[in-house]
């Protein structure tokens, strides 16, 4: 079975850091773009961050450029988001998803990042 | 960057009633269009790729056509687990982004 499971959200204070995880099982995880979306609460959804499969080549909202980076560790199946100098405006669920636009589109349940004083 | 506006931003509906969802690019976007469908605590999940095509498990019921600029989302015959927030996304060109999501409530 395909999952997506993230891990590392909590309460941190404004311009603080966290490093999100998302531990990827049952299926060949160095073949797909991973991404990163998420959802401030009570509002829509906004993409992140994408990596490929061998972490060539990354892409990122403006907004987070700068302060998230994403990456990847092929040989344990994981996807991270480093999230660095972190605002109110970065309160979200984050997700991890599989090639989320393609038919092997696959998103875990998400975890929550509150970022308060 | 291109921005994707959903209408309505709210649809009252009965069930067994056609709902018609839309989804304007600001520049085209080819026929890189997905549509999710996601409901209250639960993470998005995938019903339409590449602006037409049913993702695995999607009920026929659903359907996407357009491409370009203009597309559309149609849900033929509403279900009572069809009552949720719809969201459209591009991936023609980085970077990717949302629609703001229609909702579809029970009228």
Known sequence: EVQLVESGGGLVQPGGSLRLSCAASGFTFSSYWMSWVRQAPGKGLEWVA??????SEKYYVDSVKGRFTISR??????????????????????????APTTPEATWGQGTLVTVSS | EIVLTQSPATL??????????????????????????????QAPRLLIYDASNRATGIPARFSGSGSGTDFTLTISSLDPEDFAV?????????????????????K
Do not use: M
């Not at chain 1, 994408?50 to 972490?55: E, L, N, P, W």
């Not at chain 1, 999230?83 to 599989?98: F, I, M, P, Q, W």
């Not at chain 2, 459209?88 to 029970?106: D, L, M, Y």
């Open chain 2, 86 to 106: 719809y969201y459209c996304q591009h991936r023609s060109s980085w970077p990717w982004t949302f629609g703001q999501g229609t909702k579809v409530e029970i």
């Open chain 2, 12 to 41: 009252s509906l009965s069930p067994g009633e056609r709902a018609t969802l839309s989804c304007r690019a600001s520049q085209s976007v080819s026929s890189y269009l997905a549509w999710y469908q996601q409901k209250p605590g």
């Open chain 1, 50 to 55: 994408t990596i490929k499969g061998d972490g």
């Open chain 1, 73 to 98: 560790d092929n040989a344990k199946n994981s996807l991270y988001l480093q999230v660095n100098s972190l605002r109110d405006a970065d309160t979200a669920v984050y997700y991890c998803a599989r």
